[in-house]
């Protein structure tokens, strides 16, 4: 005997669109009213440089912003993504001051954003706790393998590397950062794998109906360890995208960010309880 699986395409969930998109619509109004007003408050807010300006000041929390995003939506919170940011960039920036060079750095940066990641992911559904207790729990912890790793102070006196300072730290395009493009196209990316791809479908599933998706196949648990790794490789992104810009990196950066990102998410339309959200609410959410 088979168990049926309600078709997701009926009354409600139309319901749930129209809301979603009107959530979206509100969002986008209200941006365009701040700059409405930024603009007849000042001639200058809408020039070039003050926008480009105002995209980079949003460019290190936009990484952590995308993955908390997708976490949220597939129904996970990642409260860890601030420990993990200042841990990465405190590794990178460590490498490079003891000669490993630029590739081993941001590989090295990276490769402990997505252990940490793991950690938080397999340790949630291995023990089947909660994801927010789990990072919770990691926030700390990372916080203090941080502290004990740049020994309680800034890491700086890296040796020159002007391709990484120089060209990707401060280049760019147009007025725009080679980090804040790496940014965009990161965002533009996870919009449409998030709206149109069949992990997308799968993603928003889960968020929406964890026990219907099981029922359907759909490997909840494997995708949930996925898009919480997936949080911590973006908040190692953002760190060690930090160690390019700002030629340093300390213990206690990223303190804070974690808040700012879940707020972000809220205000940009995410459904705590998952199953509803989008990288272009997120992103205006900031």
């Known amino acids: 005997m088979s ?48 926008l480009t300006g105002i995209l980079q000041s949003i460019t290190f929390l ?64 291995v023990i089947n706790v909660s994801a927010v207790v789990v990072t919770l729990a990691t926030l700390g912890v990372y916080r203090a393998i941080t502290l004990v790793t740049a020994g309680g102070s800034p890491i700086t006196g890296m040796p020159e590397a002007p391709l990484f300072f120089d060209g990707f730290g401060q280049g760019g395009i147009a007025g725009i ?25 799968r993603l928003l599933a889960v968020g929406s109906n964890p026990v219907a998706a099981r029922l359907v196949g759909f ?6 360890i996925a898009l919480l790794a997936l949080s911590g490789l973006l908040a190692a992104l953002s760190g060690v995208c930090s160690v390019a810009y700002l030629h340093t990196a300390g213990p206690t950066a990223g303190a804070g960010y974690e808040l700012t990102v879940l707020a972000a998410a809220i205000i940009g339309g995410v459904q705590l309880s998952g199953g509803r959200g989008s990288i272009i609410g997120v992103l205006l959410g900031l």
């Open 3 to 50: 168990s049926a699986v309600p078709d997701p395409a009926g009354p409600a969930s139309e319901r749930g669109r129209w809301r979603f998109a009107f959530d979206e619509l509100g969002i986008l109004v209200a941006a365009v009213i701040f700059f409405a007003i930024g603009s007849l408050s000042s001639p200058y807010f809408l020039t070039l440089d003050n």
């Open 62 to 125: 936009g990484f952590l912003s995308i993955g908390v995003g997708l976490a949220l939506i597939a129904g996970e919170i990642d409260i860890s993504v601030g420990s993990i940011y200042a841990l990465a960039a405190v590794v990178a920036a460590l490498l490079l001051k003891n000669g490993y060079g630029v590739p081993v750095a941001f590989a090295g940066g990276l490769g402990v954003g997505l252990a940490c990641g793991l950690v938080n992911g397999t340790v949630a559904q």
């Open 177 to 201: 950062s080679y980090i804040t493009i790496l940014f965009l196209v990161v965002a533009i990316c996870a919009e449409i794998v998030l709206r149109k791809t069949a992990f997308g479908f």
């Open 219 to 224: 490997r909840v648990e494997r995708m949930r």
